[in-house]
């Protein structure tokens, strides 16, 4: 750190307020670090994963028996909220984690942040290809075609590419630190196009999707109180069974990776 | 005058419009509930979901062991 310039800054009465923040940051780095180790501890132990199977459970049933809004074209479709959209909160959720470890392989450089990084690309896109296709499926029955060129449609399969070129691009590098660390960047530059392209710029055009271009969202009127009771454990469930998923690759890539190091 | 009566019969006209109040009525899956029909769905979805649910807690379990030995 810059210590000397810090002693030249002036002094408000007896207070030097660079020791000061100092200290508060590193009050909220370490408080930060407790919650991240905390974090690490649960990734093996066995609770979150039933209270998971548990909300889904309780999504999947409620989902089918509750009552729901009669909306036309829509039907009984609308329930398809509880499945089709979970499954890009779950893909957000396990990316947003690739994100985190993709920056903290480059400050660390330490192997099993990328090997988390890779697995929680993995994850996600398997999620990623899930919610492509219920909602193809959903738009045939509801739009009248699989794909009807809907900006959001169209922006959800250019970012899909933008991951696969992920994983090509780890696989095209043989050496594996410069593999990673090639990787890592692009994730940090991928994940907010991603986000541009499927949350930002559907809604500044013409779309079918609820949400975009001028369309009310699944909101005030459309969403009452019965669905939200299930929208949003199904959001939760399935984010944390992406996480859950991500966390048994991630395990199984290390022990392949600690049994190649032995021998 | 009868400018202004024209004018009030023409704009009091929104009396006989309505657009927004009355629906068709949406046709809902209503005799897959009432026959009950509906519990097939739903435990068909249970069960492939259990054996989801199965089948990752097996492969955590897994994983634990060879942890362990570690």
Redesign the interface.
């Given at each position: 750190m810059t210590n000397d310039i810090m002693t030249k800054l002036p002094t408000f009465g007896r207070i030097n307020h660079m020791k000061l923040i100092n200290q508060i940051w590193s009050w909220i780095f370490a408080a930060g670090l407790t919650f991240y180790r905390f974090l690490q501890r649960q990734m093996?132990k066995?609770w979150w994963?039933v209270l998971v199977?548990i909300l889904?459970?309780y999504t999947?049933?409620a989902g089918?028996?509750l009552g729901v809004p009669?909306?036309?074209i829509l039907?009984?479709t609308i329930r398809n909220l509880y499945f089709h959209v979970p499954m890009w909160m779950a893909m957000l959720s396990v990316f947003v984690m690739s994100v985190f470890y993709s920056i903290k392989y480059l400050y660390k450089g330490d192997q099993k942040d990328d090997m988390a990084a890779v697995e929680c690309v993995n994850t996600g896109l398997f999620f990623y290809a899930l919610g492509l296709l219920t909602g193809m499926l959903w738009a045939r029955f509801t739009w009248g075609e699989f794909w009807s060129g809907d900006p959001k449609q169209n922006s959800a399969a250019i970012a899909f590419l933008l991951y696969c070129a992920y994983v090509v691009l780890r696989n095209s590098i043989d050496e594996e630190q410069k593999s990673a660390k090639i990787a890592a960047i692009y994730n940090i530059f991928a994940f907010p196009i991603m986000i541009v392209l499927i949350f930002v710029l559907p809604r500044m055009t013409d779309s079918l999707h609820p949400g975009s271009g001028g369309n009310p969202a699944f909101g005030k009127y459309d969403l009452d109180g019965r669905m939200r009771a299930v929208f949003y454990p199904a959001m939760l469930g399935w984010s944390f069974l992406a996480v859950?998923?991500a966390t048994?690759r991630y395990?199984?890539r290390l022990?392949e990776y600690?049994k190649n190091d032995i021998n | 005058m009868k400018k202004v009566t024209v004018l009030l019969l023409l704009v009091m006209s929104f009396v006989s419009a309505f657009a927004q109040q009355t629906q068709a009525p949406v046709d809902m899956a209503e005799e897959l509930y009432k026959s009950g029909k509906i519990y097939v769905v739903v435990l068909t979805i249970a069960i492939i979901f259990a054996g989801l649910a199965i089948y990752l807690f097996s492969i955590d379990r897994r994983l634990k062991k060879i942890e362990k030995e570690k």
């Open positions: 093996t066995l994963k199977v889904i459970f999947l049933i089918f028996l009669a909306k036309a039907n009984e859950w998923i048994i395990r199984i022990i600690k | -």
